[in-house]
């Protein structure tokens, strides 16, 4: 059971430092792609693994499972990933950080925490002032990657997203994925059980217009 974590407690107010591109990848100059709620990391891995021509950073609000990952990225001399630990929206917002978002090429939010109660859609990790940071931030053509098994959740987020009009959906069947981030179509541990279990995806691709 994935323990859940208040996004807004005062304990993600104070910004972990992320050190320069050139210090936590060998080839700072690859396209990078950020995957929010990276959770224990193993789709992280098996993408920096299989795929070194792209760098991967994982945001992840849970410390333990980001401090276990860089132990794993180390052992396993990985170095075109690294994890970070902290609000993905505090992060964003943090002037200091602006230079990771000068490398993005895509991010993606996976199965992300539902946050079922409609008082508690704060704290999802989609929200307008998030998309309005990534509408200004990302330059023209970064994508967004959205994946998620709960209906009611995939129409907020694809509400929110399309409500600001500097993205605009992609058609899935005219997307290369031998080019992005995930060329091989690895999936994640979540996705794998939705499938097993024949649960439906909803699922889309945005870009920045």
């Not at 005219?174 to 024949?198: A, C, G, M, Q, W």
Request: aromatic letters at 14%.
């Amino acid at each position: 059971m994935r323990q859940h974590v208040n996004p807004l407690s005062k304990n993600f107010h104070k910004i972990e430092i992320i050190p320069p591109m050139n210090i936590i990848f060998e080839n700072p100059e690859l396209p990078l792609h950020i995957d929010i709620g990276s959770a224990s990391g193993d789709f992280l891995f098996s993408l920096a693994s299989e795929n070194k021509n792209w760098n991967y950073l994982g945001i992840e609000i849970r410390e333990k499972l980001v401090k276990n990952c860089r132990l794993k990225s180390l052992d396993r001399k990985i170095r075109n990933l690294y994890f970070a630990f902290g609000n993905a929206n505090n992060i964003f917002n943090e002037p200091q950080y602006k230079f990771l978002i000068d490398y993005v090429s895509s991010i993606s939010i996976n199965f992300p925490d539902p946050w079922f109660k409609k008082k508690h859609y704060k704290r999802r990790v989609i929200q307008p002032a998030l998309i309005q940071i990534l509408s200004i931030s990302l330059k023209k053509g970064s994508l967004i990657f959205l994946k998620t098994d709960v209906a009611e959740l995939f129409d907020y987020m694809n509400f929110t997203i399309l409500n600001n009009l500097s993205f605009e959906k992609l058609n899935k069947k005219d997307f290369n994925y031998s080019l992005s981030f995930n060329p091989n179509r690895i999936k994640t541990n979540r996705e794998k059980y939705v499938i097993k279990n024949k649960l439906r995806i909803f699922e889309r691709i945005y870009t920045k217009n």
